[in-house]
């Protein structure tokens, strides 16, 4: 069975799932790999923890279902991720994936005698979908394989030998990099002893011997700078202090500075609170213990509910709270584990990792960091501290600067040598960094007891918030870069901490600059096509008539007449003869009053859309009918045939339809107020930072909050551009002639529609601004090579079109301008007056 390429359901399976970007990616690829393998062909998915590798496993069994195959085998690790994998796939569980389209009968070991699974597996249509441990494929040398090993009483066979028989089998083995230890060999041999159409691994970390077979790869670096992920802060300490006691203190203190930020963020935002949690991973079931005891003492956690031990010997009812650990009201704060939880463990509010040092070398693989690093709600909040999963080291800060080189590899890849260092970052300034490519550590320079923080920047810009598209414009920002990971200090963390909690209750009220009221009302166009009304008394009624003489003559049907006869051959044999016989004989056919054509001609032209249910329509209507049937030359003795004038009047009604929609349309545009600002506080999440400290176009930070703006509706304002929006801004500022003015963002209800060939869109200008006279402006910049665009002329043109329509209207009672000026002008211009006078400028 071969399983073909459908570009058309793999888009369909992604929007039902609304699978992110390298999901999709994900899917695709699988996709056409599936297309062009052999059978039994092994391939594997690289993508980052935290991305949504469940996700692209939903989709393809969405996929594979849509394809043909009723039959998928997913292979997990362990029971954590079975069990998980399993409520994946239940509808009504927190954990099912919204989306799904396929309804797999899941089936495990456990329910393998069920009664409702034994009659799935006789139904050759019905899609099944079989999670087992790896442990339960391979030979019977344990209980659970011995189960998948033993003949089944309604089958009359194993299950294996039944997978075996499967000839669509298709196999999904999760956390893919896992089988290649101790038993690589027999997992190999168990999933080719069932003759698979496929193998499909999924992994964060594939093992070094399947490099090969990685048909698609997303790493972690990418995941960072795409906005999926957390980004890592490695935390230690200058004072060298490194004993677990105060390890464990720190974490602490991080973890309660993170619950405040968060706190704080749900109450201004409404969003439902979720615990932040420290997770802590310890090497032995021992040593998890003593750090559970001294977590839950009163000068820590302050109770044994707050902190949750998992290791092998807990009980089934602890690994149950593991899935608790995102629900409102949750007492857990802290999660001790052994390596047992190093994969498949997918909770979202892990905000603080540290481990016993013996396992600080494993810190920055993905299996233990990527507990760390998925967003709880689902995209970054600009927030420092919630966008971030702080690690702590063992090791001194010191020690974590002089290797900042290679621990950038070991997070990033074979993105570590595009990096650059900033030390000591200063909020909302873009700071060159010293390279790090060819360079073995940092430069002693730095290393003076002064660095309190660095950031390991990587080129090219980051998203905040992934529904915000304006942080995506591509073109004049090579120079952008964005945070791959970042090295502190612990008291450099909670100072950022603070300072994130002090953002976030920092209630941003309008203000009236140069005494303008508020809230504004601003005009609101809205542009529609109407076409002049219809009536039946403009229709002439000689065109009537001639559409009528169309129908004059009428083809009634003729009987078909075969006839019977026979006749003896030169043998004297009788045969039977059957021809048609040529003259035409009318068909019996029922006539239709006359009186009942005409009222059904009337009916349905005065039923015809936007027909006025008046006397003057209903004598036009009946004038129109007696015309067409005169040219169609009906009368009481010569009526039609009911087919003929079914056909007429069809005809009749198509004709009527057509010129009522011929008719030239025409444009109008309503022009209402819409009051803004409406709801009038905002919150900021990230630190503004002070306007003044960006003097030039590299040290400007795109999309970033700036303070300090005085004659802005709002003292917080971010933009797109130094040199044309940040660049106004400040002319704004300084400039006589100005009272106020705003930054056009999408709280702004000022939105202008223009045509780019037949699409419509719509667009938003950067500033309106009050003058002194108390005209309102429009202003639009725009680099020097873009003026001469022709979206950028189209949107000029809407706008001027704009500005026309409201001034025009009666409803707005301020005068309306719009400029379009280009960078050279705005940087040429020191004064209000010269740049109305150097810019395009309509009013």
Known sequence: MSIPYDADLVEHVAHTLDLRAPNHAALNQLARELDIAADGTEMIADLATGVGKTYVAGALLDYLHESGVRNVVV???????????????????????????????????????????????????????FVFTVQSLLRPNTRSAYRAHRPHETLGQTLYEYLRAADDLVVIADEHHVYFSGNAKKFQKAISDMSPLALIGLTATPHDATRDKVVYHYPLSEAIADGYVKIPVLVSRQDNVSDLRTQMADGVALLNAKATAMRTFCDSTRKPYIEPILFVVAQTIEEATSLRDMLAAPDFLDGEEAVLLVTSDEPDATLALLETLESPGSPIRAVVSVSMLKEGWDVKNIYVIAAVRAMESQLLTEQILGRGMRLPFGSRTGNPMLDTVEVLSHRSFTSLLKQAKALLEQTLGERATQGSIVVNPTIGKNTPGIPMDGLADIPSQVLNGEVSEIEIRLPGPAATDLHQPGLFDVGGFDRETHVGISLATVASRVVAAEASTTTLTRRLTPRSPGGIKIPLYLPHVTTRWERDPFSLTQINHADVEALGRQF????????????????????GRVRSLITDQTDAVIATQTAIVFDTIETDLVKRLLSTNGIAATVAEANAAASIARAFLAGAEVTQQTPWRSEHGRLATARLSEWIATLQTSSPAREVREVTHVRWPDPTDRVEARPPADRHVVGNSREFMRGYPYDGWTRSVYEVNAFDAYSTEFGLATLF??????????????????????????????????????????????????????????????????????????????????????????????????TWVALKSGAQTYR
């Open 75 to 129: 292979v997990t690790p362990g029971s954590t991720i079975q069990n998980k994998t399993v409520t994946n796939l239940t509808p009504g569980h927190p954990k099912y994936l919204r989306g799904l389209q396929s309804n797999p009968m899941v089936i495990t070991l456990d329910t393998l005698e069920r009664g409702d699974v034994g009659n799935a597996l006789e139904e050759i249509d019905r899609f099944k979908v």
């Open 552 to 571: 004059s003559e009428d083809d009634a049907p003729t009987l078909t007449r075969k006839a019977l006869d026979a006749e003896r051959d030169e043998q």
């Open 733 to 830: 500022e300084t400039s006589p002639g100005v009272r106020a003015w705003v930054r056009i963002n999408e709280t702004v209800p000022i939105r202008i529609t223009y045509l780019v060939g037949a699409i419509q869109r719509q667009y938003e200008p950067d500033f309106v601004v009050i003058d002194d006279v108390g005209t309102y402006w429009l202003i639009e910049g725009k680099a020097d090579s873009e003026m001469s665009n022709v979206t950028v002329l189209a949107k000029r043109d809407a706008a001027r079109a704009w500005i026309s329509t409201v001034n025009g209207s009666q409803e707005v009672q301020e005068r309306w301008g719009y400029i379009l000026a280009s960078e050279s002008v705005i940087a040429s211009a020191s």
